[in-house]
């Protein structure tokens, strides 16, 4: 059998990591030119989930050492308000790291490099009996047994295959960019929120060798011009603590996210079409959760598609736990983004009407 993996992302390289050796044939596509064209962006954290994915489909020794170089934060989320004061504190059970993006990214590359194709962008899918046609802007075709969209929160597969499932702002843009981590070293905790008026919001997350620094409002506070944001922060910030201003004055490498998130769907007619990931489930960063789920995702689908058992059931399972657990995600982490961040309330889905 043959899998087309659209994205190389975290969820598709832990994909194609997951199939590795098992006897499925796998080969990924990504749009970008190389894995250097673009920032992966910074720190994430890492729960039980994600920890666990990893471990599972990267090889042991990689996924050790990927681990035992993770930071560990105190396990604890904490929101102060713009002069210092704890306003709530949440011990959190089980494993947190915060790791940085890029090398998480490396890590699910470095085994897997030769089954990646940079530079071809996903235009159109086509099934045709027992097998699916992948169409790419240069004009290239690939074919395959299994076509998995694994294209992140703007799939082209999503778009193409589901038509009616709908990825939406929330009314929030977050400026994200990177601090020393000394100044802020007695808030090294899984998240550190400090929450001002008109929900203007400082998040902090350490990972080993830097701290990144978000600065999340209402994005029509914000200017569409990336070089007035940061005095614009700063004056959005003027009577907040002398410690937050002088983070603020070290900022670096700040670049602007809109904040989105899907609305879930009830489950559709399994095909040989599948998603993984944010193409399913985009949610709000709020709760730090998107790639752990796109990472638990890879490796409960390759675990499906390797088993050998009949294809359409195993695939309609994957999708009814991906979906049950990715929309539960999306829900909880919107409840977190309107009480920490301001947040729009997620819109009603079509759950009601399951598709078939
Ligand atoms: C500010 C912020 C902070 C976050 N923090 C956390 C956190 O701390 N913890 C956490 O668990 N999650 C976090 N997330 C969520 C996390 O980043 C995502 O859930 C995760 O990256 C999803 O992985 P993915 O593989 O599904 O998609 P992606 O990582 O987005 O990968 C998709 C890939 O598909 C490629 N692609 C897109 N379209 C095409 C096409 N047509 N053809 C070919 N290739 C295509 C893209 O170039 C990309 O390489 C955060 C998100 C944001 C915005």
Redesign the pocket.
């Known amino acids: 059998m043959k899998v087309i993996v ?7 390289l832990a994909l194609a990591n997951g199939l590795r050796g098992t006897g499925v044939d796998v080969a990924v ?4 030119a190389s894995p250097v064209t ?1 920032g992966q ?1 910074y ?4 729960g039980d989930v ?1 920890i666990d994915a990893l471990a599972s489909v990267l090889a042991p020794e990689r996924s050790a050492a990927f681990l035992a170089a993770a930071h560990t934060p105190t396990p604890r989320f904490v929101r102060l308000d713009p002069a210092l004061r704890v306003l709530e504190e949440r011990d959190f059970g089980g494993r947190h790291l915060s790791v940085d ?1 890029q090398e998480l990214r490396d890590a699910l590359l470095a085994d897997v490099k030769g089954l990646v194709t940079y530079g ?4 159109a899918f086509q099934a045709e009996g027992e097998q699916v046609i992948a169409r790419f802007d240069d004009g290239t075709t690939a074919t395959g047994e299994v076509l998995v969209g ?7 597969v999503r778009r193409q295959y589901l038509p009616h499932a709908r990825v939406v702002g929330t009314g929030l843009t ?1 400026l ?1 960019g990177k601090i020393p981590r000394e100044p802020a070293e007695d808030l090294d905790h899984v998240f550190s929120a400090v929450t001002g008026p008109c929900h203007r919001v400082v998040g902090i ?1 350490h990972t080993r060798d830097y701290a990144t620094l ?1 600065f999340s409002a209402r994005t029509k506070d914000l200017p569409p011009e990336p070089h007035l944001l940061r005095s614009l922060v700063m004056e959005m910030t003027s009577g907040w603590h002398p410690r937050i201003r002088r983070m603020l004055a070290d900022w670096r490498e700040i670049f602007p ?1 809109a ?1 989105r998130t899907s609305v879930p769907i009830a489950p559709w007619d399994t095909t040989r079409v599948t998603l ?4 399913a489930h ?2 709000s ?1 709020a709760g ?7 990472l638990r995702d890879a490796a409960s689908l390759a675990a499906a598609l390797a088993g050998g058992r009949p294809l359409i059931p195993e695939l309609r399972s994957y999708e009814r736990e991906m979906l049950r657990s990715g929309f539960a995600a999306v829900r909880a982490c919107a409840a977190d983004g309107a009480r920490i961040l301001g947040q729009d309330p997620l819109p009603a889905g079509d759950e009601a009407e399951p598709v078939a």
């Open positions: 659209i994205g190389a992302g975290l969820g598709g596509y990504e749009r970008d673009r962006g720190r994430l954290h890492l994600g993006r071809r962008r996903l235009t694994a294209d992140g929160a703007g799939s082209a977050q994200y997350a978000s996210l904040l993984l990931g944010d193409a985009t949610m960063p730090g959760a998107g790639a752990n789920l796109a």
